[in-house]
């Protein structure tokens, strides 16, 4: 039993993999028939995934089993589940259909999504060398989950696959900016921040606009996520301290 339970945590990240496998699977059964329902739960899966990626760490602290095997293991899910599996899912809503009679507009939205997984690849990269070195209030970049639920938000809210050429540019622009962000050197917000009442007051605010918006909350959220963030970063370089800046170690 001592040995059984380093398996915990594995095994979460298991069923987070299992998800991103579905959505994966689900993408592209889905991406010559277009059901908006298919498009939807493949982007919901994602969620999932992010749901035990985040339980697996919280699992391995839990019962002292923390090791490099899982850190190694839990790396290489991130990349197929926020990377290729979001990558795929935008490729088959976005490029597939309207791409038919288009070779150029299909190739052009399969280059935008893999300069995405390429990006998430390469933050994740950095992350893992970055351990211990970096402030752990804040993310060097937009972390992949982030980036993967950033654009997974814009299926769950219109499922419909893409109709226009306007959009397959918009969403190629998208991706491109999205990766971008992961390997950028701006600092995101991370979970190790102080707890105070303005957090609560946050997350109360986020609760009603989710039961108000329901769908379209996930790309609200993200539209007010990086725009802040990049505000918040802007104001460091301009010497305001409103907020406390990262620290940034001499290694």
Not at 59 to 69: I, K, N
């Amino acid at each position: 039993m001592a040995r059984a339970k380093f398996a915990l945590p594995s095994s979460v990240t298991l069923l987070s993999i299992a998800c991103g496998f579905g959505s994966i699977v689900l993408s592209v059964d889905n991406a010559h028939v277009g059901d908006p329902a298919g498009f939807r739960m493949a982007a919901i899966l994602l969620v999932l995934a992010g749901i035990f990626d985040a339980l697996d760490g919280f699992v391995a602290r839990a019962t002292g089993t923390s090791s490099e095997f899982g850190m190694q293991l839990d790396s290489i899910a991130d990349v197929m589940n926020f990377g290729c599996a979001p990558g795929l899912l935008l490729y088959c809503y976005g490029f597939v259909q309207l791409g038919q009679g288009q070779p150029t507009l299909l190739r052009m939205g399969g280059v935008a999504c893999f300069i995405f997984l390429a990006c998430g690849a390469l933050r994740l990269a950095r992350f893992n060398v970055s351990v211990g070195r970096t402030d752990p209030r804040y993310f060097v970049g937009m972390p992949i989950t982030a980036g993967a639920a950033c654009v997974a938000s814009v299926v769950i809210a219109w499922p419909a696959p893409l109709t226009s050429n306007l959009q397959a540019y918009l969403l190629m622009a998208l991706m491109v900016a999205v990766g971008t962000l992961m390997v950028s050197t701006v600092r995101f917000p991370s979970s190790k921040q102080p707890k105070s009442t303005m957090l609560w007051v946050a997350l109360a605010v986020n609760l009603a606009l989710l039961a108000w918006l329901q769908t379209r909350y996930f790309a609200l959220f993200f539209v007010v996520y990086v725009s802040v963030t990049l505000l918040l970063n802007i104001a460091w370089h301009q010497g305001w301290r409103g907020v406390p800046a990262p620290v940034v170690y001499e290694d």
